[in-house]
């Protein structure tokens, strides 16, 4: 109901009220007029006017209900418009946590992330003495050292010149892969945001069989190792490759054998990076699921 409307029919009340009594109220005071009309006792007539009033009352119960039920509709409406509103927020500041990881992504200094992760990766693949290297290394107990056996093999890939040259970068080189694997975890944890995601090409294919194969090596060392459960946290890691592959609509790794079936024929593992036979033992990679 319009505030006019409501006004109009308060004043017309009002009056309408207030004319009745005035009416009674003259009409008793004159007794010879009221005998004209009726034998009835004074009291009849303004027991009529007490009627009246009543219903008055009724009519005006009646009215508040009515405004308290257009009321009630009005607060519904502007409720559903404010979670409409926070709804639409709630999108708009996902999407802009993804896309801000996104250009952080194809920035020129994160390029530089990457590129040292892939002095790392790399000859992860090609060697497993040296992928065992770098999984300890996410630990502070528990650690292994880099043998001169590994070097073969990692000289399939990088392009360090010797073991001993190999050993002086690949230390910074590492720690960039820190930086990449966690700010992947940052974006496999942005709340309800798969779908945007899976909008955005973050390489995911390069990255995905490197990943889970770390991720799962992790998982495996902080299991079996005293000393690292002791002294560390838990991995989450491979949470962080499950939400993305969610994201992405690629079909789980649920066991060794998925894993295996994964990067055996890889064509990029195998071509350019050399992936080390010992990788493709599914006794290696028997980890937990959950």
């Keep these: 109901m319009k505030s006019r ?8 009340s009002t009056v309408m ?8 109220w003259y009409v008793g005071a004159e007794p010879v007029k009221i005998k004209a009309i009726t034998n009835q006792p004074l009291a009849d007539m303004f027991s009529s006017v007490n009627a009246l009033f009543a219903g008055l009352a009724l009519c005006g119960v009646i009215l508040t209900v009515f405004l308290q039920l257009h009321e009630l509709q009005e607060t519904k409406s502007e409720l559903a418009k404010t979670a409409e509103a926070n709804r639409a927020s709630a999108e708009h500041a996902k999407e802009s946590a993804v896309v801000s990881l996104f250009q952080t992504y194809c920035s ?17 693949m090609a060697s497993r003495d040296y992928f065992e290297f770098i999984v300890s290394r996410f630990y502070v107990a528990g650690q292994k050292d880099l043998h001169d056996d590994a070097w073969p093999r990692i000289s399939l890939v990088t392009r360090y010149k010797n073991l001993a040259e190999f050993r002086l970068g690949e230390q910074n080189d590492r720690y960039k892969l820190d930086e990449l694997i966690n ?5 496999a944890h942005q709340n309800n945001a798969t779908d945007v995601i899976g909008r955005c090409d973050f390489s995911w294919a390069w990255w995905r069989p490197m990943f889970w194969m770390i991720a799962i090596a992790q998982q495996k060392r902080y299991a079996e190792n005293e000393a690292v459960r002791k002294y560390a946290t838990k991995p989450q890691f491979i949470a962080a490759v499950r939400k993305i592959d969610e994201a992405y609509q690629l079909a789980p790794i649920s066991s060794a054998t998925d894993l295996v079936e994964l990067i055996a024929g890889h064509p990029k593992l195998n071509a350019a990076y050399k992936l080390d036979p010992a990788h493709k033992d599914a006794a290696l990679w028997s980890f937990n699921a959950k």
């Design 183 to 187: 700010f992947f975890s940052i974006l």
């Design 17 to 24: 009220i207030f004319g009745l009594w005035s009416w009674a």
């Design 5 to 12: 409307t409501f006004l109009y029919l308060v004043i017309f």
């Design 108 to 124: 020129e200094y994160f390029q530089g992330v990457k590129n040292a992760s892939m002095n790392v990766l790399i000859p992860a």
